[in-house]
């Protein structure tokens, strides 16, 4: 691989929540990207081989990071499967290798994601099939090479998936709770709050402790990545030089955390599977769990920043039930926290105006298919004034 192969910008897609999209683009800036421009769950940038491999390896608030490879018009399946097949698929495959295809499709020509999928397969296969009179095979769960195919009417774009599996599974978290909350969400809130780090910070329903570990991960500045593989290793253009010197230096960057993370929850269980996942990450050392009823306990860290996600009164509570907690959320935070600043998200949007203090901020995201509010409240010490 030449150095001027390697230093050459093309176009580069970071998918990502929605919510996340301004945090996503700020990350990118930190990392070398160039012409940043926010759509809608996504960031598209200019970037070489070098940030493509480091936008894989540091982006807190990425899910996947495509490669665009071609853009076309098509208006129905011939023409789709035409212009697939076109591609040189050489280029990016070989018959040794296994490979998948993720399809999305918006509009009324493609309305299904599987068939669009399927056919895109089909060229592909035939493609190498014609040329070399064999075809690689399809490995759904775990392919050497991902494909990515976005149609929206009649525009189709293809991509290659340098990360592989999503990015929100760093590899750290094997055991979680009911109701866990995604990697890329709870970092997400974390930098929402532009807690750096100063202070303490506290999770009083830590569940599988991603919160308070996604946390430690930015206070020490570990790399998201470190604990992973990615699908641009099986590229035929991987620069294995270039990836390792991107590692060392991510080892290298890690600093000491002075202040503490607390992780608190009224469940055992929680606790215990928190504890295996922080250790995994690395950060149990900085990371202090403990068995706590948020409701029922005192308070002795002060001036701290508090980040949690109640639960939304899905299964876990009866509805009857949410409001009166929510209640009490708010008289321990206005009893117990003044002087520090609480980020709740929920998504129970009615449930959450029953905390009883007026929101400082409020951002819109989503845990998964739930639409959720993740609110700032300012806990004054005395009078606001």
Not at 44 to 70: C, D, F, H, M, V
Not at 149 to 169: P, Q
Request: net charge positive.
């Amino acid at each position: 691989m030449n150095k001027t192969e390697t230093n050459k910008d093309f176009t580069i897609v970071a998918k990502t929540l929605f919510g996340l999209e301004e945090i996503l683009a700020k990350e990118l800036e930190n990392i070398g990207a160039t012409n940043i421009k926010i759509l809608q769950r996504a960031v598209i940038y200019k970037g070489n081989k070098e940030i493509l491999y480091k936008s894989n390896l540091n982006l807190r608030t990425a899910i996947r990071i495509l490669k665009p490879i071609k853009s076309f018009e098509a208006k129905n399946e011939k023409e789709l499967y035409n212009e697939i097949k076109k591609i040189d698929w050489e280029e990016f495959l070989s018959i040794s290798k296994t490979f998948a295809i993720d399809g999305t499709t918006s509009g009324e020509i493609f309305k299904h994601s599987k068939y669009v999928s399927l056919l895109t397969k089909d060229a592909i296969v035939d493609k190498f099939r014609d040329k070399f009179g064999e075809r690689p095979s399809v490995d759904i769960e775990n392919p050497d090479i991902r494909i990515n195919i976005h149609i929206t009417d009649t525009n189709c774009s293809v991509a290659l998936d340098s990360s592989g599996t999503n990015l929100g599974k760093r590899g750290y978290k094997l055991k979680q709770v009911f109701a866990p909350l995604s990697e890329v969400l709870a970092a997400g809130m974390v930098l929402s709050t532009s807690w750096n780090g100063e202070k303490n910070f506290i999770d009083p329903m830590c569940g599988s402790g991603t919160i308070p570990i996604e946390a430690a991960l930015i206070a020490k500045n570990i790399a998201p990545g470190s604990f992973r593989n990615f699908g641009f290793e099986n590229w035929k253009d991987f620069d294995k030089n270039l990836w390792n010197q991107l590692k060392k230096d991510a080892k290298n960057s890690i600093t000491e955390c002075k202040i503490k993370i607390f992780g608190f929850d009224n469940d055992e269980n929680a606790i215990s599977i928190s504890k295996e996942n922080a250790e995994r990450a690395g950060v149990l050392p900085i990371i202090s769990f403990k068995k706590q009823d948020f409701l029922n306990s005192e308070n002795e860290i002060t001036e701290s920043t508090l980040v949690f996600n109640p639960p939304y009164g899905e299964r876990l509570m009866e509805d009857d039930e949410i409001i009166p907690f929510y209640q009490e959320i708010g008289t321990q935070l206005k009893h117990k926290y003044n002087g520090c600043d609480a980020w709740i998200l929920s998504g129970n949007l009615r449930a959450i105006k029953f905390i009883g203090l007026r929101p400082a901020k409020k951002i819109a995201l989503f845990n998964g298919p739930i639409e959720c509010r993740f609110n700032k409240f300012e806990l004054y010490r005395g009078s606001k004034k």
